[in-house]
């Protein structure tokens, strides 16, 4: 009994920012666990890799171009992937951007590409597919260690993903009523191509490491596991809540 409740066989799905990293290891973890998935990225070519794998896990995957900044692109996106499963059940908001900067130097361009990215991005695609979302359904955020924490030269960024917290907060009392469950994770210290830049400084990554009591970094496979049970019967009665994925960093600070 306890394993069905993860099963998401005949679910449908859909992951922003698939082609690489955390969003490619999602969507291939809802595949694994049953169910069919629509992936999106800016460029559709970088979606290939994800659809084959889906595919290799024997469910229909569908590839969607998608700018989330576009809030018109939202919603065609959903009905775009609605149409080529045959319904929507899960929402996975993983797009995100994120630049390295000193706040006195953050200009309007760039705040306005992160959070625009990270925030409104994520609204957007969590209201197209509530409105899409027949039978209710489950919609999981990425947030970050910054949702909690202040990190310097990461202001842009950290206030997106702060916000995201609050929006996941607030979605999941108002969308209770709609059989929709809004939850999130705050993935800690992973390498992606996003973040490679840190990973480059040796001196940063050794002192890192010394904070998470786990001593290692994060792996794209303790991810996908935290989403599948967001998505699933397995947490039907978890809504507004952000499981960290960190080795511990936030318990030990």
Not at 53 to 81: I, K, N, Q, W
Not at 179 to 198: E, L
């Amino acid at each position: 009994m306890t394993l069905k409740q993860f099963d998401l066989s005949g679910r449908k799905a859909v992951v922003t920012g698939a082609s690489r990293g955390i969003g490619q290891a999602i969507a291939i973890g809802l595949a694994e666990a049953g169910a069919d998935v629509a992936v999106t990225a800016r460029d559709i070519q970088s979606l290939a890799a994800t659809v084959a794998a889906v595919e290799a896990a024997g469910r229909r995957a569908a590839a969607v171009a998608l700018d989330v900044r576009d809030t018109s692109a939202c919603a065609r996106a959903v009905d775009t992937a609605v149409e080529a499963l045959d319904g929507l059940d899960i929402l996975v908001n993983n797009a995100g951007y994120e630049e390295i900067r000193p706040s006195l130097d953050v200009d309007e361009a760039l705040w306005d590409r992160i959070v625009d990215t990270n925030l409104k991005g994520a609204f957007f695609m969590a209201q197209a597919a509530a409105r899409r979302m027949d039978k209710g359904g489950a919609i999981v955020n990425l947030c970050s260690l910054t949702s909690y924490v202040g990190v310097p030269t990461a202001i842009p960024y950290g206030s997106s993903k702060s916000g995201l917290m609050g929006m996941t907060h607030a979605l999941a009392t108002e969308w209770a009523g709609l059989g929709i469950r809004v939850n999130a994770i705050a993935p800690g210290y992973f390498r992606t191509a996003m973040t490679d830049v840190f990973y480059e400084n040796d001196d940063w990554a050794a002192s890192m490491l010394q904070k998470i009591p786990q001593r290692r970094f994060g792996a794209m496979e303790d991810v996908a596991g935290s989403v599948v049970f967001l998505a699933s019967d397995a947490s039907r009665y978890v809504t507004g809540v952000c499981i960290p994925i960190d080795g511990g960093y936030l318990a030990s600070i």
